[in-house]
């Protein structure tokens, strides 16, 4: 439900760009309705009440059996994702999940559609650090982190003018650039790094990959339920997320001695737009569990 709100905030971006949005579900044609009229959605919201059409695509969710959630109508629901296609309807890319409650954030979702990568803003979460050779510069996609909600954490790496640093896949004797992500209760998929050049070095008879200019990685990260519980609300307002950079700074004649840098984001939590009744169902299932109450 989170996602059909925040797409309706990017549906104008998308329709710029020569996309049309559409959501596909199992709710009834009620309400969905009933959902769109209260969240001002003007997309088209797909009722697959059956799941024919989740089936067709291979999409349903196996790992929810029949009668499991009945109370939430769990059973029939696809993994969670978004398929992306051309004019002709032919799908170029796609981006799914297998749990249940994971999705792209709508500005994740906009950058994976039309291939950019999130500017920072002002609303943005975002730190820097400044060392001899390197400047780090981190921020966030989106203003806050929510429950399973895929953001993208963008660090860029500002080398001097004249400077390189190595890449991954650098001969032993060099020390090539990483980044470190960390934070309690924060869930972080692999970096994306840009391609590097590879570097001639006659005198040593080796060809290097290294980095220069702006060096800009993503990081996927997503608040975990060590954070936020469903039906819950918010137990605590922020989260700590902590950028550890390590590189080896070059010129074409010297090579610096191996240099750390770090970056700190206090980042805001926010809760789900949540399905009426999750409260009751979330309350339910935790009193019939050991250490619950019935």
Not at 40 to 65: H, K, M
Not at 191 to 209: C, H, K, T
Request: negative net charge.
């Amino acid at each position: 439900m989170t996602q059909l709100v925040q797409l309706q905030q990017i549906a104008p971006t998308l329709r710029a760009a020569g996309y049309e949005v559409f959501a596909v579900s199992n709710d009834t044609v009620e309400r969905l309705a009933d959902f769109a009229d209260r969240h001002a959605i003007t997309f088209p919201l797909l009722s697959d009440e059956d799941s024919a059409v989740i089936r067709a695509f291979g999409i349903l969710n196996t790992l929810i059996q029949p009668g499991e959630g009945a109370h939430m109508r769990w059973y029939g629901i696809p993994y969670p994702g978004t398929y992306i296609t051309d004019a002709h309807g032919v799908v170029v890319d796609k981006d799914f999940h297998q749990h249940h409650a994971r999705r792209l954030s709508g500005p994740a979702l906009v950058h994976r559609v039309l291939g950019t990568v999130p500017e920072s803003t002002p609303d943005s979460p975002q730190a820097a650090t400044d060392g001899p050779d390197v400047a780090l510069r981190i921020h966030l996609s989106d203003p806050t982190l929510r429950l399973e909600v895929l953001s993208t954490l963008v660090c860029q790496l500002d080398v001097a003018p004249g400077l390189h640093v190595y890449a991954s896949g650098s001969p032993e004797q060099f020390t090539p650039v990483t980044l470190q992500v960390h934070g309690h209760g924060l869930r972080f998929g692999p970096a994306a790094w840009p391609a590097p050049r590879q570097l001639d070095l006659p005198w040593l008879g080796l060809s290097v990959p290294v980095h220069e200019g702006p060096v800009t990685v993503t990081v996927p990260v997503t608040a975990t339920s060590d954070l936020i519980r469903l039906g819950h609300g918010l137990d605590q307002h922020t989260a700590e997320l902590v950028v550890r950079c390590t590189y080896q700074a070059c010129d074409d004649s010297a090579c610096g001695l191996p240099t750390e840098l770090s970056a700190s984001l206090t980042v805001p939590l926010a809760t789900l737009v949540e399905p009426d009744g999750i409260k009751v169902y979330v309350d339910r299932i935790e009193g019939t569990q050991p250490g619950g109450t019935t």
